[in-house]
């Protein structure tokens, strides 16, 4: 079940955006970047969870430790053994999964049974600074999350609603380019029917922003439903059109310009590092959790490339849609208005139910990043001004564009790259030298990483940051050219 949720978690809406990077950087390049980022991936998954259980060993150690001088209190106050007991076995079935074994005789201390979130690792391992630079990366990853969620969902509805109207009834992926000043219904142009739409969606679940979002398991159990439906009528379909024949793909092998938002767009589709604490950690039996996350990425990759090559091959490079679901609303791929209306307006049912949790979990960031020890924020800067500056960027970033494709590659090139590759190598790296600190050289984590000698460590950093340098370069020549 746990990696069912990460294979859900993964496969998201930077999906929907791989199809056209895939097209304009040529299928070679996009595959083989598609594999080693998928490998890279892979890799930082093993070192969080080498992480997690090197946090757990550390919490479990300070707990025995204060076990013991409340004893040595308890023995002098006359409190009696059994009380010690009870309370400390009600604490353990607390925080214990709700799926675990219960074995007998002690468990292993490098036993992930406790959920121990990134922040709290970071605070655990990393110094003050580290510490700030993890919350500004979360932080500004979230925001790109939620600027490509502000958008995708009114272009979407856009692309529907303006293209069933007068005598485009249909054709949103017949190859018809629209500029956004092209009317739309009447005197209203098509940025015109976006901004409405985006204005729309702010008012209905920006509120969401300024309470808790909880009981969100059958939204969550029918978003995964509608994903899993939507991806394979849209392979199904695009085979469908390739073997009868009607495929206009021709696509290149190479083009060296489209790997900055291929690598964004790669990055962005395999994140789940800053999630794995809430999927891992109740799954009860964790010895054979690498391979199975292993397993995960094989089919993930596969399932990628099942979709972006069906979408290479039917459809012409210039008529692919930032998001591809929209490339089947055209009434030659399918006659069938249900499922043209239904993939045409996918993403706007399921964005709209991870909005407010992403932005929930943005204002929680925050707070923690400026929590005082000990101290409580006044009701207005608790109620509204956090909730304001999490819903209030994104809506703007989103007002001013609506490029998918730039804005998805931007965030998984800038803040994609610090969560998935940089935070969870200096994880490793400190948890390491931690673990050898409090349990001596001798101690083995049951959970090290199968990368674990440092040349990975280095490797890892040394990409991450020279990705930083790539990316930023690529943006200032495009720059310079325009």
């Not at 849209?234 to 073997?243: G, W």
């Not at 970033?397 to 969560?419: K, M, P, Q, R, W």
């Amino acid at each position: 079940v746990g990696l069912v949720y990460m294979f859900n978690l993964i496969v998201g809406t930077g999906a929907l955006t791989m199809p056209k990077a895939f097209a304009t950087a040529g299928w070679l390049v996009s595959l083989v970047l598609l594999m080693f980022l998928g490998f890279m991936s892979y890799m930082t998954t093993t070192f969080v969870v080498e992480a997690m259980a090197a946090a757990n060993a550390q919490l479990r150690w300070k707990r025995m430790e204060k076990h013991k001088d409340d004893e040595d209190e308890d023995s002098s106050s006359g409190v009696s053994d059994s009380d010690v007991l009870l309370q400390d076995g009600y604490e353990r079935a607390e925080t214990r999964p709700i799926l675990s074994v219960q074995r007998r005789g002690s468990p292993n201390i490098f036993e992930i049974t406790e959920r121990v979130e990134m922040g709290q690792m970071a605070s655990m391992f990393f110094n003050k600074v580290g510490v700030n630079l993890f919350y500004f990366c979360i932080i500004i990853y979230l925001y790109g999350d939620l600027a490509i969620y502000a958008a995708a969902v009114p272009v979407s509805l856009m692309q529907v609603t303006c293209s069933a109207t007068g005598n485009h009834s249909c054709s949103v992926g017949d190859g018809t380019k629209y500029n956004d000043t092209d009317k739309c219904w009447g005197p209203i142009r098509r940025i015109d029917a976006y901004r409405l739409y985006l204005a729309a969606f702010t008012l209905l679940l920006g509120p969401f922003t300024f309470f808790n979002v909880q009981k969100t398991k059958y939204l969550q159990i029918m978003t995964s439903l509608m994903r899993w439906i939507a991806f394979i009528l849209m392979i199904i379909l695009a085979l469908i059109h390739i073997s009868r024949g009607q495929a206009e793909g021709h696509p290149s092998m190479a083009q060296l310009s489209g790997i900055r938002n291929l690598f964004g767009v790669c990055v962005y589709s395999f994140m789940c590092q800053h999630s794995l604490p809430s999927l891992i950690t109740p799954i009860s039996k964790k010895k054979h959790v690498n391979k199975l996350v292993l397993l995960d990425y094989t089919l993930i990759l596969a399932f990628y490339s099942l979709l972006s090559f069906t979408a290479i091959y039917c459809f012409r490079n210039d008529t692919l849609m930032d998001m591809y679901t929209l490339n089947f609303t055209n009434c030659e791929i399918i006659n069938v208005a249900f499922i043209r209306y239904f993939l045409g307006l996918f993403p706007v049912f399921t964005i709209s139910t991870n909005f407010p949790i992403i932005a929930v979990t943005l204002r929680n960031n925050w707070k923690t990043l400026f929590h005082r020890e000990g101290g409580t924020y006044p009701w207005v800067v608790d109620r509204i001004v956090f909730p304001a500056i999490t819903l209030v960027p994104p809506v703007l970033v989103a007002f001013c564009t609506h490029d998918l494709e730039s804005l998805v590659g931007i965030t998984g090139a800038y803040a994609g790259n610090g969560i998935q590759y940089l935070i969870p190598a200096f994880l490793a790296y400190c948890s390491r030298k931690d673990t050898q600190l409090v349990f001596g050289s001798g101690t083995v984590n049951k959970h090290l990483s199968p990368f674990r000698h440092t040349f990975w460590i280095v490797f890892v950093l040394i990409w991450g940051f020279s990705c930083f340098v790539f990316v930023t370069a690529n943006i200032v020549l495009s720059e310079s050219k325009l």
